[in-house]
């Protein structure tokens, strides 16, 4: 406790770092992984490429990507833009696969009345598809924040500051105290970026907080109900 | 089927077919031919049914109107000009679309819903809202729905939210691919009413797709009965095709009741209605209050029926907990098809005839009721002598 309040500008630092390394790869994801799954998801050969791709990319192991993307993108080897394309890659790889069946898993129903009511292609993608994609998206986003969380701590092993650093000079100086610090505050960075997300997606879908038709909720109490009863 | 659009077209100030299919043919990839060398003429302001079984062709045939299907061959005019010269959208945002799984936005709100074909016109989205929220009243549902997501809604207030929302933007083609077979009898019921109050005043051109052959009766102004492969089998206005069907398929699928069902097309006025003996419910208790005839109708202190005392068991029945329970109602007025169900499906052999207020009038009897029938039937005999079977 002491070492943390003594350190607590230096922790601050690694923490601020350590956040824009996992937020923004997921806010880049988004952003590319969307309309990529609709163009795999309007040509099924792209579909195919993007699907076999995005797999491949995610079997390379975070550490041989660090060291691999300064070569490809002239950056310096402790720069954490290095961390930020990698990460985004992992993250664009998963969230096309989500998106894609989130974008499959709308209703036909709804589909075709948005295109009998005269709806643009772009149009229907903008208001209706990709609204309703949107669970999907975050149940996604949230698997993935947590693993970019735990993910940029690789980084501080070829010098990339942030929370991993913690651990390496933690390690290197035999300072458990330090370690200790670390995980506890990825664990937190990691809990509260969960709930970020859980409320950002409340935010964003009013309409999956509504309650459903009445006869349905009585029905289903009372059957819970009855199983506690019993 | 030629003669008579054209005769119906003199009468009335030679009025172009709002819609024409043209030879209209559909193939799929697969060589699968859903629609096969279709012609038809579409009448304005009315309720043009397309029915048939599954995989005549019928859906296929409707989306077709509004480009949802591109023809292989033939052509679809609207209001005499060649539908594949118009943008696809700005032709659907022309046409309101009612289909069976009531197709609602599930993120957006009733009032949203309604309002979207206005709101891809460009109409701000106060205003849309506005019209909106005057449609829910028009179908019939409560202001305060306008809020609510469609999943806060029954079955019948989606359907009804569906056909608010086809009607948003004033358009005057009504395309409705089985809007009411997903709802419970009832409903049904209540929303074909509901369609036809609305189709008098509004008077759209209306083309309705359904498998029911009961359904496509009661709604339609002409029929058109579709069979497998999309080949037109008979296009008539309902009691037609229930009187004169044009080919075994067509008499096959309108089913073996269908004299009784024509039934429906004959006006009950000149049924005669009989007294008939009533004992109000509250004096079944009073051993005293005798019946005299064979069957003896209760009714409570308003006058509506109740059920039926039969004479030798009056002193077994008390109460109404006790009553015989009745058949179906006539009301004063209906069809030949609803006096006779009444006089049918009464215990007693005698229907109840009833006011519009659902007070007892009298009763009917069957036999008098088969006289007119054959009656009418003997007339239309002589009036149109080689249709009369």
């Known amino acids: 406790m002491e070492w943390f309040l003594a350190n607590i500008d230096f922790i601050a630092g690694l923490t601020g770092q350590h956040l824009i390394q996992s937020v923004v790869p997921l806010v880049l994801a988004v952003v590319l992984a969307v309309p990529l799954a609709q163009l795999a998801r309007l040509n099924r050969t792209v579909g195919a490429v993007i699907l076999t791709l995005s797999s491949i990319l995610y079997t390379i192991p975070s550490l041989a990507m660090f060291v691999f993307l300064p070569l490809l993108l002239g950056t310096s080897i402790i720069s954490p833009v290095n961390v930020i394309v990698a990460l985004t890659i992992y993250a664009v790889a998963l969230l096309v696969r989500s998106t894609l069946d989130a974008l499959e898993s709308i209703d036909d129903g709804v589909r075709q009345a948005a295109v ?115 | 089927m030629t003669t008579e659009t054209s005769s119906r077209s003199m009468g009335g ?120 929220s005057e449609l829910l009243e028009v179908v019939g549902l409560a202001p305060d729905l ?91 206005t309902p009691e037609e095709i229930l009187r004169a069907p044009a080919s075994d398929f067509v008499a096959g699928f309108v089913g073996r009741d269908r004299g009784f069902r024509h039934l429906s097309f004959q006006e009950g006025e000149g049924v005669r209605i009989h007294s008939i003996q009533t004992i109000e419910v509250d004096r079944l208790g009073d051993p005293d ?37 009745g058949g179906s109602l006539y009301r004063r007025g209906d069809t030949l098809r609803r006096a006779l169900d009444a006089a049918l499906s009464a215990p007693s052999g005698l229907g109840v005839a009833v006011d519009d207020e659902g007070r007892v009038v009298g009763s009917v009897r069957a036999g008098e009721i088969l006289e007119l029938i054959e009656d009418a039937r003997v007339s239309r005999g002589r009036a149109n002598y080689n249709t009369a079977v």
Not at chain 2, 300 to 321: L, M
């Open chain 2, 289 to 325: 209050a005798a019946v005299t005839s064979p069957w003896t109708l209760a009714v409570d202190a308003g006058g509506r029926p109740q059920g039926w005392v039969p004479q030798n068991r009056r002193s077994a029945i008390r109460s109404a907990g006790d009553l015989v329970p």
């Open chain 2, 13 to 132: 100030a030679a009025r172009r077919p709002m819609i024409e299919l043209r030879g209209v043919t559909k193939t799929y990839p697969g060589g699968q031919t859903a629609v096969n060398n279709l012609s038809l003429d579409i009448d304005r302001g009315a309720i043009t049914v397309l029915v048939g079984p599954s995989g005549c062709g019928k859906t296929t045939t409707m989306r077709m109107i509004n480009r949802m299907v591109e023809p292989t061959s033939g052509a679809v005019l609207v209001d005499g000009e060649d539908i594949a010269d118009r943008k696809a959208s700005d032709l659907r945002r022309s046409m309101g679309y009612v289909m069976q799984s009531s197709g609602l936005m599930p993120h957006r709100t009733v009032l949203d819903n309604i309002a979207t074909v206005p709101r891809l016109n460009g109409v701000p989205r106060k205003d849309a809202r506005t019209r909106a």
């Open chain 2, 146 to 236: 306008g809020r609510r997501y469609p999943a806060q809604l029954s079955g019948g207030q989606q359907q009804r939210v569906g056909v608010a929302r086809a009607l948003a933007a004033d358009p005057p083609i009504l395309l409705m691919d089985e809007p009411f077979s997903a709802v419970d009898p009832v409903v049904r019921q209540e929303l074909q009413e509901e369609l036809l109050r609305l189709q008098r005043d509004m008077a759209k051109t209306i083309v309705f797709v359904t498998h029911d052959i009961d359904e496509a009766t009661i709604l339609g102004d002409k029929v058109a009965v579709l069979n497998i492969g999309g080949v037109l089998a008979q296009y008539a």
């Open chain 1, 116 to 230: 009998a009511m005269g709806f643009t292609p772009v149009r229907r993608f903008l208001t209706v598809d990709f609204p309703l994609s949107i669970p999907v998206l975050f149940a996604g986003l949230r698997v993935i924040s947590v693993t970019n969380i735990s993910l940029v701590s690789v980084g501080a092993l070829i010098g990339v500051s942030s929370l991993g650093t913690l651990f390496t000079d933690g390690l290197f100086r035999s300072f458990p105290t330090e370690i200790a610090v670390g995980i506890l505050i990825t664990l937190v960075l990691a809990l509260v970026m969960d709930l970020v997300l859980v409320a950002l997606e409340r935010l964003v879908t009013p309409w999956r907080r509504q309650a459903p038709a009445k006869g349905s909720t009585p029905e289903t109490v009372a059957v819970e109900a009855y199983r506690v009863g019993a």
